[in-house]
């Protein structure tokens, strides 16, 4: 039955199993040891960091032709925001610095998305250099290439789901090993 006042409601929520599943993949994709050995990612906090956004932003962009998507991609973007204070406050940040370092990173991830945002439709050599300046620190254009490519198969792969395998938390990234990489 039509229930009119069905439109003043907040829309739901997706299930915290499977964002916690979702966010959970996208920070074990961004601690793949092939990154940091092979693709010169640095090995540092901010590396890390910069992979978990590079992550995030892939499946964010998948999410948001979705019918649905949006509470979806919120209640993601909310989980990497809980995660990022859960580590700041781990590393001994105190409670007056945690908002402004928030603050930073909020600023870094839109940044960023919108840099790869722009970059991805222009096409692998304005990718690779957004990636480049982004995670590499400007340092190894030819690596940042590498990651590209990856990145462009990851979104290729996400792309190639169904709508319901992609909220359903149902899939993987693709190995970075298993990606060939071409120029």
Not at 4 to 30: C, D, H, S, W
Not at 97 to 103: A, E, H, I, L, S
Not at 147 to 165: H, K, N, Q, R, V
Request: aromatic residues 12%.
């Amino acid at each position: 039955m039509f229930w009119p006042f069905n439109y003043f409601r907040k829309p739901r929520k997706p299930p915290l199993a499977t964002i916690e599943a979702i966010y959970g993949m996208i920070v074990t994709q961004a601690r793949e040891p092939l990154f940091y050995r092979d693709l010169g990612v640095p090995d540092t906090v901010n590396g890390r960091f910069d992979l978990v956004v590079l992550h995030l932003w892939m499946v964010l962009r998948r999410l948001k032709p979705i019918e649905g998507g949006t509470p979806f991609s919120q209640s993601l973007f909310d989980r990497f925001c809980d995660d990022m204070d859960a580590n700041l406050r781990e590393m001994g940040v105190g409670d007056l610095t945690v908002p402004k370092r928030m603050q930073a990173f909020g600023e870094a991830f839109y940044g960023r998305a919108a840099a790869y945002d722009l970059a991805v439709a222009d096409g692998r050599e304005p990718l690779a250099q957004a990636i480049c300046r982004n995670i590499l620190n400007g340092a190894d254009i030819e690596k940042a290439r590498q990651l590209a490519f990856y990145t462009e198969a990851a979104i290729a792969a996400l792309s190639g789901l169904d709508d319901a395998t992609v909220q359903g938390g149902s899939w993987r990234f693709p190995s970075p090993a298993r990606v060939s990489v071409r120029q």
